[in-house]
């Protein structure tokens, strides 16, 4: 089922009349005459309306992303034809319409004003923005876009000039967040991130520049150098406290300030969204690999990922589920894949499943508190019929985690042949995950606590999961590696993704339903705000497109 999404922007009223100077779907961003000058708009203000605007973006996309790696639930059986191009438009126009030229117009006047953090913190968000686009879309508009009448038609730049500028601003924007605080005149009223905190702030930096490097690793021998190097500085996120997320809050009033998908999940006719029955059957039943074995005993995340309305899935009632009155197809069989349903409540539909949509809302498993701040599944099975269940919305969208750092070390470590030091990572990030999602439980205050998975289930878990590794050949060592990143970026699936292009890994994701659905996805369509109204630019002629960095895995699993 296509994602219902929810646009609704939380900007204050000026940002509202400082946006409504780009409302041109040509790139066009010249001035509206009825809207507020440059030169009288508060810098604050700027930087307020880009957190927002880029909060909302990434919560957008990373859905996308996210539905391709089985994170989420996809319904397209063809995969050129899964996402219309139409439905990036929206995104498209966030990111350089609101975003992008916001941080144009904000820029001299910061720079004017010495206002060295405003600066730092949007060159950080244009950094991730612009990785974003290239990874989802290749390559994209940068030098010649955001300028106006001089340039009504801007050509796309290659992907790696694109990601090097990514990586000068984010040097650049540390340079800025080491500036003295008092040497600064004016520091941002409003810091949604960190809250001022400008070390976490080069952390978040220095993070995201190792995205950078393990991105773009299969195309840059300096790569794996550059990201020890950050490694051996120590200047990074190493700790929840110190994850770059943005936040969401509980009011719903005008404007909405829940977490999108919570928006969409908790409605009085239930949710609007399946769940993947991959991810919930990994957690659930943690088959691994046909050699390295499974897990014992289910992923402790899952009663904090989910949220069950009903105790169990029917199994004969195909007016509800239609695949219940159906086999396996035979290329599930061969795959050893869950099909169809799951056991103790989990509703999900399989990868690719486009069936109709039954009366099944007040009974599909939803998004639990983590980490849309939804309900924490305490064996309620209440059903969702209201728009302020659980943590009423006030979740997170990750951008980068400590949990997420130590799995790309993992990674790194894994191809340099250093298997005790990549299972140790691997077990820290998923230590890290657990620690992050069971604070989330305390915030749904009507949940019954007494019911969360012991604590000791985490050791346990990760415990196993070290033995599991090193008892896994070197191919499934990386797809055990996968499947628990997998895991740890529910919230936000880009770097997923990216993970499943560079690698192919996991090999054990649950086909698509359509036997032969065509090729995967290499990149997406560009909108149609973008080609039909560019006289400089034509459609792919597909989606085999590969990005730049995606160079190491030619035929993707479907």
């Given at each position: 089922m296509r994602k219902i999404k929810n646009y609704i922007k939380i900007f204050s009223l000026l940002s509202l009349l400082?946006?409504?100077?780009?409302?041109?779907?040509?790139?066009?961003?010249?001035?509206?005459?009825?809207?507020?000058?440059?030169?009288?708009?508060?810098?604050?203000?700027f930087i307020n309306a880009i957190q927002e605007e880029f909060g909302r973006l990434i919560a957008s996309l990373e859905v996308e992303a996210s539905e391709t790696v089985r994170i989420l639930n996809m319904d397209g059986r063809n995969y050129r034809n899964a996402f219309a191009p139409t439905r990036f438009d929206e995104e498209w126009e966030q990111a350089y319409q609101m975003i992008l030229n916001d941080i144009r117009t904000m820029t001299p006047l910061s720079e004017e004003a010495g206002e060295v953090y405003h600066i730092g913190m949007a060159q950080v968000i244009e950094a991730y923005t612009l990785m974003t686009l290239v990874d989802l879309f290749g390559d994209v508009p940068y030098s010649e876009a955001l300028q106006g009448r001089d340039n009504l038609n801007p050509t796309v730049d290659p992907g790696a000039n694109v990601y090097a500028a990514a990586e000068t601003l984010l040097t650049d924007a540390i340079t800025n967040f080491?500036?003295?605080?008092?040497?600064?005149?004016?520091?941002?009223?409003?810091?949604?991130?960190?809250?001022?905190?400008?070390?976490?702030?080069?952390?978040?930096?220095?993070?995201?520049?190792?995205?950078?490097?393990?991105?773009?690793?299969?195309?840059?021998?300096?790569?794996?150098?550059?990201?020890?190097?950050?490694?051996?500085?120590?200047?990074?996120?190493?700790?929840?406290?110190?994850?770059?997320?943005?936040?969401?809050?509980?009011?719903?009033?005008?404007?909405?300030?829940?977490?999108?998908?919570?928006?969409?999940?908790?409605?009085?006719?239930?949710?609007?969204?399946?769940?993947?029955?991959?991810?919930?059957?990994?957690?659930?039943?943690?088959?691994?690999?046909?050699?390295?074995?499974?897990?014992?005993?289910?992923d402790p995340r899952m009663k904090y990922y989910f949220y069950r309305q009903s105790s169990t899935v029917p199994q004969d009632n195909p007016n509800l589920i239609n695949c219940v009155a159906e086999t396996a197809p035979p290329h599930y069989t061969t795959a050893g894949t869950v099909f169809c349903s799951l056991a103790e409540g989990y509703w999900g539909r399989d990868h690719g499943d486009d069936d109709g949509i039954p009366p099944d809302g007040q009974l599909r498993t939803a998004y639990g508190v983590y980490p849309v701040g939804g309900k924490f599944d305490d064996n309620s099975f209440d059903v969702i019929a209201s728009i302020t269940l659980g943590a009423g919305g006030g979740g997170i969208t990750p951008i980068m985690l400590a949990s997420w750092v130590d799995i790309m070390r993992a990674e790194m470590a894994l191809l340099d042949n250093q298997n005790t030091v990549a299972r140790n990572l691997l077990q820290s990030g998923v230590s890290k995950s657990f620690e992050k999602v069971r604070n989330f439980g305390s915030r749904d205050a009507t949940a019954d606590m007494t019911t969360a998975p012991d604590d000791a289930l985490d050791a346990a878990y990760v415990t196993e999961l070290g033995e599991l590794f090193d008892a896994a050949s070197d191919g499934e060592k990386m797809d055990l590696l996968g499947s628990e990143y997998f895991v740890a970026l529910f919230g936000n699936g880009i770097d997923a993704f990216n993970f499943y292009r560079r690698t192919g890994r996991p090999s054990t994701l649950q086909p698509n339903l359509e036997p032969v659905p065509g090729d995967f996805f290499r990149s997406f369509f560009y909108p149609p705000v973008f080609v039909e109204r560019n006289n400089s630019q034509g459609q792919k002629d597909g989606i085999t497109t590969q990005v730049f960095w995606d160079t190491g895995v030619e035929l993707l699993a479907n």
């Open positions: 400082m946006v409504g100077a780009c409302e041109s779907t040509e790139l066009d961003l010249t001035q509206d005459p009825n809207a507020l000058k440059p030169d009288e708009a508060s810098t604050d203000f080491k500036v003295d605080e008092d040497d600064v005149l004016t520091v941002p009223s409003q810091d949604l991130f960190y809250q001022g905190d400008w070390e976490n702030w080069i952390k978040a930096a220095n993070s995201l520049l190792l995205k950078v490097y393990i991105t773009t690793r299969l195309v840059d021998d300096a790569a794996d150098t550059k990201f020890n190097e950050i490694i051996a500085a120590g200047d990074y996120i190493t700790s929840n406290d110190e994850d770059f997320e943005f936040p969401w809050a509980t009011s719903f009033n005008n404007p909405d300030a829940r977490h999108p998908e919570y928006v969409d999940a908790y409605t009085p006719g239930g949710t609007n969204t399946y769940m993947s029955n991959w991810l919930m059957d990994y957690m659930q039943n943690g088959k691994v690999g046909n050699a390295s074995g499974t897990f014992e005993a289910a």
